[in-house]
């Protein structure tokens, strides 16, 4: 590394582009975060449900319909997927990146999510029902509240897999931040400075993200259990 | 004017696989009634229970609560569950709820009361039970004894036409029993109708109306305190006495 290849990269018409990269980089982060938890806990809800209600068809198809989508979504790899949307689906790069990410983090976010809603105490159900609860308003009030706190740790792991991942929105031609760095270096010749770069700018977001969470956990366990 | 009875059995039979659990079982609680249920572990006393509300599906029989046979298809059960306050041996309160809200929590969402109503009304319960003093604690700051009352309080927030305890003090420490107890003597002397699986052999012999000593599924014993546990006729009940008296 020389201090040349760091005045290259940062003279201000780069650091301008880089940060352009980041910020198309932080919107796939976000969008792809804030859908994939959405359609991540209906489709865990759903195999969820599907299981419980076994003389219900129509719980038991959804359920078993939610079950295939996991499984196969989450053993193919999320470059073939995304590469997929965007050729199949003939839209335009940056969201079939965002769809493509989407279409694979729901499937790893659902089984969080199940595990999570697996783990809560059978007892609690019993309490709940005995009460009058309905089984939506104690998957609501109950369950689902306190199964979301013991997920805190994996799906903050998976967010920041997310913006890590951004980075596969390049083979698209998506001109995210890692993709404006290649093209920074094939200019100025100093891939080392610019992956170095990156790497300190993917380092602190994630690095804040873990921590941020961290204290939430800290803050939620304080109180209960 | 005549009264129908309360909770009856009509020849309940249940199964969990090919364990017979419940074996004919006919039974009739009258209003106002405190019913103590006895017997040696896994002769079925929370399966008969929970019937009742409807934890658990009968695999034969009827079960009627006030006139309702809950055991029909397409009974509204969460309707008649409203009306029934139950307590468990591990209290299952809401972990991520405080006390006030564990309280407030049904009679809001299922009801439908007015959350200052339900504060007002769980504060009246939670008072009852001397647990007015923690309504911001949660759960886990709690010991099992004032747990439980605080389950109790839940049940009666909710204005139960009777209660079911299902040994509610099996899982406390020794000395928190007798605070739990007491709550439940209290509510005896009020006229609430109960239906209480319990070993606490004094606290049946003092509250009870009536007791069953239930065996193997089969209620094998079922009269006044004195005569069950006192003069039982029944073989198994003498020896399982001899084993919690002594
Ligand atoms: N959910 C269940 N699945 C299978 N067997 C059960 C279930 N619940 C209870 N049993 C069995 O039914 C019998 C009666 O259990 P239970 O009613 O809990 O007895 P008790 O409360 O008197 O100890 C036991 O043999 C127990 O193993
Ligand atoms: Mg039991």
Redesign the interface.
């Given at each position: 590394m020389t201090i040349k290849g760091f005045t290259d990269l940062l003279r201000p018409e780069n650091v301008s582009f880089l940060v352009g990269g980041l910020a198309i980089s932080v919107r796939i982060a976000v969008l792809t975060i804030l859908m994939s938890f959405v359609f991540g806990l209906l489709l865990a809800v759903a195999r969820y449900s599907g299981g419980r209600f076994k003389h219900a068809r129509a719980a038991r198809y959804l359920g078993l319909a939610a079950a295939w989508y996991i499984e196969i979504i989450r053993n193919l790899p999320m470059l073939l997927i995304m590469l997929a949307t965007y050729l199949l689906g003939r839209i335009p790069a940056l969201r079939a990146a965002i769809i493509g990410m989407t279409i694979f983090t729901s499937a790893i976010i659902a089984e969080i999510v199940r595990g999570g809603l697996l783990s809560i105490?059978r007892?609690?159900w019993?309490?709940?029902?005995?009460?009058?609860?309905?089984y939506r308003?104690t998957l609501s009030?109950?369950v689902l509240?306190?199964a979301l706190?013991r997920m805190i740790p994996p799906i903050v792991s998976q967010f920041i897999t997310i913006i890590k991942d951004t980075s596969f929105a390049w083979s698209l031609g998506v001109q995210e931040m890692t993709g404006r760095g290649t093209i920074i270096f094939a200019k100025y010749a100093n891939p080392m400075e610019t992956f170095f770069t990156i790497a300190v700018v993917y380092f602190i977001i994630n690095y804040t993200v873990g921590q941020a969470a961290r204290a939430l956990e800290r803050r939620l366990a304080g109180?209960?259990? | 004017m005549e009264v129908g009875p309360l909770i009856e059995f009509r020849r309940v039979n249940k199964f969990f696989g090919s364990n017979h659990v419940l074996r004919d079982i006919d039974l009739t609680i009258p209003t106002n009634q405190k019913l103590v249920i006895i017997g040696p572990s896994g002769s079925g006393k929370s399966t008969l229970i929970r019937c009742i509300?409807q934890?658990e599906r009968v695999s034969s029989g009827q079960v009627l609560v006030d006139g309702v046979d809950v055991t029909a298809p397409g009974a509204r059960l969460?309707?008649v569950?409203?009306d029934?306050g139950?307590v468990?041996q591990?209290f299952?309160?809401?972990?991520?709820k405080t006390v006030l809200e564990n309280v407030t929590?049904?009679p809001e969402?299922?009801?439908g009361v007015p959350p200052e109503q339900a504060a007002e009304t769980a504060r009246y319960y939670l008072k009852r039970v001397g647990m007015l003093h923690k309504v911001n604690a949660?759960?886990?700051?709690l010991s099992g004894g004032q747990q439980q009352r605080v389950a109790i309080a839940?049940?009666l927030a909710?204005k139960p036409r009777f209660m079911l305890f299902d040994e509610p003090t099996s899982a406390l420490d020794p000395e928190m029993i007798g605070e739990v107890l007491d709550v439940m003597t209290g509510l005896a002397h009020e006229g609430m109708t109960m239906v209480v699986v319990t070993h606490e052999i004094g606290f049946a012999r003092q509250v009870a109306d009536r007791i069953l000593f239930l065996d193997n599924g089969e209620i094998a014993e079922d009269g006044p305190p004195a005569q069950v546990l006192d003069s039982p006729t029944n073989e198994r009940t003498k020896s399982f006495l001899s084993k919690v008296l002594h």
């Amino acid at each position: 590394m020389t201090i040349k290849g760091f005045t290259d990269l940062l003279r201000p018409e780069n650091v301008s582009f880089l940060v352009g990269g980041l910020a198309i980089s932080v919107r796939i982060a976000v969008l792809t975060i804030l859908m994939s938890f959405v359609f991540g806990l209906l489709l865990a809800v759903a195999r969820y449900s599907g299981g419980r209600f076994k003389h219900a068809r129509a719980a038991r198809y959804l359920g078993l319909a939610a079950a295939w989508y996991i499984e196969i979504i989450r053993n193919l790899p999320m470059l073939l997927i995304m590469l997929a949307t965007y050729l199949l689906g003939r839209i335009p790069a940056l969201r079939a990146a965002i769809i493509g990410m989407t279409i694979f983090t729901s499937a790893i976010i659902a089984e969080i999510v199940r595990g999570g809603l697996l783990s809560i105490d059978r007892g609690q159900w019993e309490a709940a029902t005995a009460q009058g609860f309905s089984y939506r308003q104690t998957l609501s009030y109950i369950v689902l509240p306190q199964a979301l706190r013991r997920m805190i740790p994996p799906i903050v792991s998976q967010f920041i897999t997310i913006i890590k991942d951004t980075s596969f929105a390049w083979s698209l031609g998506v001109q995210e931040m890692t993709g404006r760095g290649t093209i920074i270096f094939a200019k100025y010749a100093n891939p080392m400075e610019t992956f170095f770069t990156i790497a300190v700018v993917y380092f602190i977001i994630n690095y804040t993200v873990g921590q941020a969470a961290r204290a939430l956990e800290r803050r939620l366990a304080g109180h209960s259990f | 004017m005549e009264v129908g009875p309360l909770i009856e059995f009509r020849r309940v039979n249940k199964f969990f696989g090919s364990n017979h659990v419940l074996r004919d079982i006919d039974l009739t609680i009258p209003t106002n009634q405190k019913l103590v249920i006895i017997g040696p572990s896994g002769s079925g006393k929370s399966t008969l229970i929970r019937c009742i509300n409807q934890l658990e599906r009968v695999s034969s029989g009827q079960v009627l609560v006030d006139g309702v046979d809950v055991t029909a298809p397409g009974a509204r059960l969460a309707e008649v569950r409203q009306d029934i306050g139950m307590v468990f041996q591990l209290f299952n309160l809401y972990p991520h709820k405080t006390v006030l809200e564990n309280v407030t929590l049904a009679p809001e969402k299922v009801r439908g009361v007015p959350p200052e109503q339900a504060a007002e009304t769980a504060r009246y319960y939670l008072k009852r039970v001397g647990m007015l003093h923690k309504v911001n604690a949660y759960p886990a700051q709690l010991s099992g004894g004032q747990q439980q009352r605080v389950a109790i309080a839940r049940a009666l927030a909710m204005k139960p036409r009777f209660m079911l305890f299902d040994e509610p003090t099996s899982a406390l420490d020794p000395e928190m029993i007798g605070e739990v107890l007491d709550v439940m003597t209290g509510l005896a002397h009020e006229g609430m109708t109960m239906v209480v699986v319990t070993h606490e052999i004094g606290f049946a012999r003092q509250v009870a109306d009536r007791i069953l000593f239930l065996d193997n599924g089969e209620i094998a014993e079922d009269g006044p305190p004195a005569q069950v546990l006192d003069s039982p006729t029944n073989e198994r009940t003498k020896s399982f006495l001899s084993k919690v008296l002594h």
